[in-house]
């Protein structure tokens, strides 16, 4: 597998110093994108299914163990604030549990049975979406989630680092991220990690685009839970319409800090 080989380039990693670190890395980041530029028709056909799932009120539904899982559920968490959606269309599933999203729980991605009762747990929908995510593209936790849910006839995407796994051969839409070794042998929370953050923060923000969570390039549904984002409201209330900050501070309060409300009054009002 191309992400266990040795990278030639830090064979003396342990000898250089800290500014040669940095460059390396930096040098080496240069694959993560790349790896992406090379899988846009494969991401943009995710968002596309990603988006219909959502419009007909299903679930987007990742799958994925140590790093992967972790990636999965820090995009998975984001959604509600940033789109105002419901925390539950879109869903992060990791091999060990909820407890796997904040630390390491190693053994739990070789249950493949723990993969099938989690997705049974969702009580899954045809209107569902499953997205597996694995840098190794074996992972025995995402590969039996793939298999489960395309029995119960969901469409499948599977995200995968190495070309060979059988991940991308088990799912309707293989995404190859082809990120090459780490600069760290073996540590796919390096390039793998982030070639797969960026393409779920592609799915997700994009399936949130085509449905209409967006205005020019402003998150109009963005939930105000706090002091910064009460200000971001009130800026993206004077961006679309003609209303001074007085004006849009009393809206939003008066609207319970829904922009969209407040564009809306103002348009009728006008």
Request: charged share 25%; proline share 4%.
């Amino acid at each position: 597998m191309s992400t266990e080989a040795r990278n030639p380039r830090s064979i003396g990693l342990d000898k250089m110093s800290a500014r040669e670190i940095v460059r390396l890395m930096d040098e080496e980041e240069h694959a993560v994108l790349r790896a992406l530029e090379a899988a846009e028709p494969q991401i943009a056909q995710a968002i596309e299914r990603a988006a219909e799932a959502f419009r007909e009120g299903g679930r987007v539904i990742y799958v994925g163990a140590g790093t992967s899982g972790r990636v999965a559920t820090m995009d998975a968490a984001e959604m509600p604030p940033t789109f105002g959606v419901e925390p539950d269309r879109f869903v992060a599933l990791v091999a060990g549990g909820p407890t796997a999203g904040q630390q390491a729980v190693e053994d739990a991605e070789d249950s493949d049975h723990a993969a099938i009762e989690d997705l049974n747990e969702l009580k899954l929908t045809q209107k569902d979406i499953v997205i597996g995510i694995a840098a190794s593209g074996k992972t025995p936790y995402v590969l039996a989630a793939m298999h489960h849910a395309r029995q119960k006839g969901l469409w499948t995407a599977g995200i995968a680092n190495n070309r060979v796994g059988p991940l991308l051969q088990a799912v309707d839409l293989p995404i190859l991220l082809e990120t090459g070794p780490e600069v760290l042998t073996g540590s796919t929370r390096l390039k793998a990690g982030t070639s797969q953050k960026l393409a779920l923060n592609r799915i997700s923000t994009g399936a949130m685009v085509l449905n209409g969570k967006v205005i020019e390039n402003l998150m109009v549904d963005v939930k105000a839970k706090n002091q910064k984002l009460k200000e971001r409201c009130v800026r993206i209330v004077r961006e679309l319409s003609p209303v001074t900050e007085d004006e849009a501070w009393k809206m939003l309060e008066t609207n319970d800090w829904s922009v969209r409300q407040v564009l809306d009054h103002v348009r009728r009002a006008n």
